[in-house]
């Protein structure tokens, strides 16, 4: 429609007119390492870009996390390297970015045990794109991931490379926009480079790109991605054919960012930008625990703790409710609150050590039962959970980490009358929650009721959930 082509130019150009808000550019600064190395013309590009992907796309938190500005902020700006070399695609393909307060644990049917080593790898996601259009993250890896410019590893980077990847209606590393001999090309480059990558990992020799890249084509396009913009020196150095197949799609030279030391570089400039003092950046989020500011009182140390908790920093309020700990061993709540801060950053045996340490010192308090019922749910321990839960009683109710937990533990257990309760209940609490669409199906469909089944289903589906045309970053595997 031209009309509405000509108005989102128009607000477009509106939006751009002003400049962007002195604390997206310290978000920025803190959590895309990357922005400091660009040349001054790149780094107004990626502005321009990433104010345009905050305003036109949608983020939604899920599982409790609200979303401030520094999610917002942080996502979009990371999502703008993969445009400096485009003109007028905003990702406006993608439909929402659904962003967790944790790595996901997404077995062929919901949390499985963290604690069976021969299948682990490949249970924990950090991220995944869906041919929908939809991209889940998770935020902690989000943060690690752009808070390190010479690491190549970033989800954001990933995930949104299997989506451009994906645009023409298929992945396999021959993006769109390619002419017909250029497409021929890429896919010859990146046969050969995945043939060179498996030879390269049976020979145990070391490379820049993480194992899993070896999967298919489809997962070398986005572990590369991942490489040409954070180690392009050592990608060239060992697959420069696919270095140059990257550099003709995104249109840059990441090399030029890195300078004459490499990657080392941008570990000089990180070093040289923690010295600085910048009154605005104290006041801001610090960028890990060694950073926060100590306090007089253990109670401020707890409200901190609090605070932090809410705004989906669960390492940083995991060492306030840490010192809180430390100045008294037997308070039971900071117990609590700092397991909530482990679990949720799939620390589950260390979360279950402090919610039986703070069930001992208060065998009433339902929420620390309710934070034995989560971890045991997350370790498998399903019957146990649920034993755990039956102590936790009401509060439970209102607690949609805690119901979601308990619903699985229903359905694992063969209770999944009671497991469809519980996450009508998630759902009654949170409509948008896809993960409880997505369990509930599950639990019509095994109780016989096929068409609630087929519409939680689709219901799943429309927010982002999804078996088919999924990809997935895994942990210590990476991305698949």
């Not at 703008?80 to 970015?97: I, N, Q």
């Not at 084509?217 to 990257?246: H, I, K, V």
């Not at 321990?381 to 949609?400: I, N, S, W």
Request: net charge negative; charged share 30%.
């Amino acid at each position: 429609m031209v009309f509405g082509s000509w108005f989102r130019s128009s607000r477009r150009k509106q939006l751009l007119a002003q400049p962007l808000p002195g604390e997206w550019l310290a978000i920025v600064e803190r959590n895309v390492a990357v922005y400091r190395l660009l040349p001054a013309a790149q780094q107004r590009k990626l502005a321009d870009c990433l104010r345009i992907i905050a305003a036109e796309r949608r983020f939604v938190g899920c599982k409790g996390l609200a979303v401030t500005d520094e999610i917002k902020v942080t996502i979009a700006a990371q999502a703008a390297l993969l445009l400096l070399g485009e003109e007028g695609y905003y990702f406006d393909r993608v439909t929402s970015f659904l962003i967790y307060p944790y790595k996901m644990i997404l077995p062929a049917h919901g949390i499985r045990p963290s604690s069976e080593e021969d299948d682990f790898d490949e249970r924990v996601i950090l991220g995944q794109a869906f041919q929908q259009g939809e991209i889940i993250l998770s935020w902690p890896d989000v943060l690690a991931g752009g808070r390190k410019a010479d690491d190549g590893e970033n989800v954001v980077l990933h995930e949104l490379a299997h989506h451009l990847d994906g645009l023409d209606g298929q992945m396999g590393g021959s993006p769109p926009g390619l002419a017909r001999d250029r497409q021929d090309h890429f896919h010859r480059v990146f046969e050969q480079a995945l043939d060179q990558l498996r030879r390269d990992l049976a020979d145990g020799a070391d490379t820049v790109l993480l194992p899993a890249a070896a999967e298919s084509t489809t997962e070398l396009f986005a572990y590369g991605t991942e490489c040409f913009f954070e180690r392009p020196r050592e990608l060239r150095e060992q697959y420069p054919d696919l270095f140059e197949c990257l550099r003709e799609f995104y249109k840059v030279d990441s090399l030029a960012w890195f300078g004459g030391d490499g990657p080392a570089n941008a570990s000089a400039i990180e070093d040289e930008d923690e010295n600085e003092e910048d009154e605005d950046e104290n006041e801001s989020m610090p960028a890990s625990a060694a950073d926060l500011t100590p306090l007089d009182t253990a109670d401020q140390h707890f409200a901190r703790g609090q605070e932090l908790f809410e705004a989906g920093r669960w390492d940083l309020a995991a060492a306030d409710f840490n010192r809180c700990v430390r100045a008294d061993p037997n308070d039971q709540e900071a117990l609590v609150w700092r397991g909530r801060c482990y679990l949720y950053q799939d620390h589950a045996d260390a979360a279950l050590a402090d919610a039986d340490r703070a069930s001992r010192l208060d065998p009433d308090d339902p929420e620390a039962q309710a934070l034995r019922g989560m971890c045991l749910a997350h370790l498998g321990r399903f019957a146990e959970a649920l034993e755990a839960f039956d102590h936790a009683g009401d509060v439970v109710l209102d607690d949609m980490d805690a119901l979601y937990c308990r619903g699985l533990a229903h359905a694992e257990t063969g209770g999944d009358e009671r497991a469809l309760a519980d996450f009508s209940r998630v759902i009654e609490l949170d409509p948008d929650d896809a993960q409880a669409w997505y369990e509930r199906s599950i639990c019509q469909e095994r109780l016989g009721r096929r068409a609630e089944a087929e519409r939680d289903s689709a219901k799943a589906r429309g927010l982002g959930w999804g078996q088919e045309g999924e990809t997935e970053r895994r942990r210590d595997g990476g991305m698949e």
